[in-house]
């Protein structure tokens, strides 16, 4: 697969942007084809060699770049060459949307089998356990607990697994 076609999806981008982060962007988003040193790429971007190596270094770790070391046989020095391997982020990506709707469905859960209490002062929130062990006041303020909704927050995670399942074509089982 091109990297280019790759790039220009905006779902990838930003996944390559939330790992390496907006100083990383640049090594991310400019694959070159075949082998490269993370000197050469830092000159040829522009960038200071340790945002580089950072960048290059998160891409490994996510399996999306292989290096190999040569050795200098006079000076000793060791040199990176890397390969960029983006053929691994859609299934990277879809492994991530699953992890996502997983964490989603059980966060869910425990919204919609719990009962929560706020202190409106502090913003702290307790579960129905917790704030009966306080007398219904806050351990912090003293202020009365009061029985929180949240009825809106179950609907907007709600919306966010729909549109997850419908992107990985999925459905909850038993739903
Ligand atoms: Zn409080």
Redesign the pocket.
């Known amino acids: 697969m091109a990297f280019e076609d790759l790039l220009s999806d905006p779902v990838i981008q930003k996944y390559l942007h939330e790992l390496v982060g907006p100083k990383g962007m640049p090594v991310a988003a400019a694959p070159p084809d075949g082998e490269v040193t993370d000197e050469e790429l830092a000159e040829e971007l522009d960038l200071e060699l340790n945002d580089v190596r950072r960048a290059l270094f998160i891409l490994y770790e996510n399996d999306l770049a292989s290096y190999r070391r040569l050795r200098d046989e006079d000076s000793g020095w060791l040199t990176y060459l890397w390969t960029f391997e983006y053929d691994k982020i859609p299934e990277n990506l879809e492994e991530e949307m699953y992890r996502l709707l997983e964490a989603l469905r059980q966060r869910r859960e425990y919204e919609r089998t719990h009962e929560f209490y706020l202190?409106e002062?502090?913003s702290?929130r307790f579960e129905f356990g917790e704030a009966m062990d306080f007398g219904f006041e806050?351990?912090?303020?003293?202020?009365p607990l009061e029985s929180m909704e949240n009825s809106r927050l179950v609907e907007s995670m709600d919306d966010r697994i729909d549109a997850l399942e419908s992107e990985l074509n999925v459905e909850e089982l038993g739903a």
């Open positions: 202190c002062v502090c702290l806050c351990p912090e303020c003293g202020s």
